[in-house]
């Protein structure tokens, strides 16, 4: 083995142990008694495991409702995101229309501005349409996804304009060729998609932060924080074991996907 091969595996092996570190001590303190945890000793295995945390986490907390809403709120946007998207985007690759290559300009421009620009007014204008405090407050801003149009469209101009054509000619409508002609082509790249907006969404805590104040709307990120600040205390165990609960499903998730998600980026590549 070459040692430039041997430098290059081990700098990924440090840097994935690295990566990792944190996840894995989240683990082995979810899974320690309260006196270990507080113990003078650092270990990073758990003399004595217990799921104690974990139950005590799932029945006397309001995590299950937490993970409950994320569930809501990501899938939600998930939905109304591919709704929306997957029909621009098809227009963006496949049809010929005035200020086609102007449009796409603005939504590549658009992948330049950040969400919390935006977030100002759009609170202002959801505090007076009486959306702060709801489901719909958290999923409505993130409908339209400048990042989502882009990579499905990238996608969609890849498929050969003969086999649109040949779906027109069969007298399939637009919106029919987008759903079932480049919709099924574009399928990894959907999936890709979908592991983006769904990690993001999941994750997010600055839009549920400033938009919600019922703890009975919290997305994981932020029950955590209430999580924190009212019910666990000094009690680490049952903390570790929620931030451990609201990790699991995307590492599962991601593990399930992978070869699409690596497919979906592949395919989507830079063609005009």
């Known amino acids: 083995m ?5 430098i290059s595996l081990g700098l990924i092996c440090l840097g994935a142990v690295i990566v990792m570190l944190p996840f894995v001590w989240m683990i082995s303190v979810s899974l320690k008694t309260h006196s270990e945890i507080f113990t003078p000793d650092v270990t990073l295995l758990p003399r004595h495991p217990t799921l104690q945390n ?3 986490t799932l029945t006397q907390t309001d995590i299950p409702v937490y993970l409950m809403n994320g569930v809501i ?3 939600g946007i998930l939905v109304l995101q591919l709704l929306v998207s997957v029909p621009c985007a098809y227009a963006l690759a496949h049809r010929r229309f005035p200020g086609r290559a102007l449009l796409f300009g603005a939504v590549v421009a658009a ?5 919390h620009v935006t977030a100002i007014p759009i609170f202002l204008g959801f505090s007076r349409m009486g959306l702060l405090n709801t489901y719909t407050g958290l999923v409505l801003p993130f409908i339209a996804t400048a990042f989502g149009l882009f990579l499905l469209r990238q996608a969609f101009a890849q498929i050969p304009a003969e086999l649109i054509d040949a779906a027109r000619v069969d007298g399939m409508s637009e919106m029919g060729i987008a759903w079932r002609v480049a919709f099924p082509l574009g399928l990894p790249t959907v999936i890709a998609f979908a592991i983006f907006s769904v ?8 839009w549920p932060l400033i938009a919600t104040t019922d703890p009975g709307l919290a997305t994981p990120p932020r029950g955590i924080l209430y ?3 009212q019910e666990s205390g000094d009690d680490i165990g049952p903390l570790m074991a929620g931030a451990t609960l609201v990790t699991a499903p995307l590492v599962i998730a991601f593990l399930l996907a992978q070869r699409r998600f690596t497919e979906g980026l592949a395919g989507a590549g830079l063609k005009k």
């Open 199 to 206: 990690t993001a969404h999941w994750n997010d805590l600055f």
């Open 73 to 75: 709120v990501t899938i």
């Open 227 to 229: 999580f924190r600040d």
């Open 54 to 56: 974990y139950w005590t």
């Open 2 to 6: 070459k040692p430039s091969t041997v």
């Open 111 to 115: 992948l330049l501005v950040p969400f």
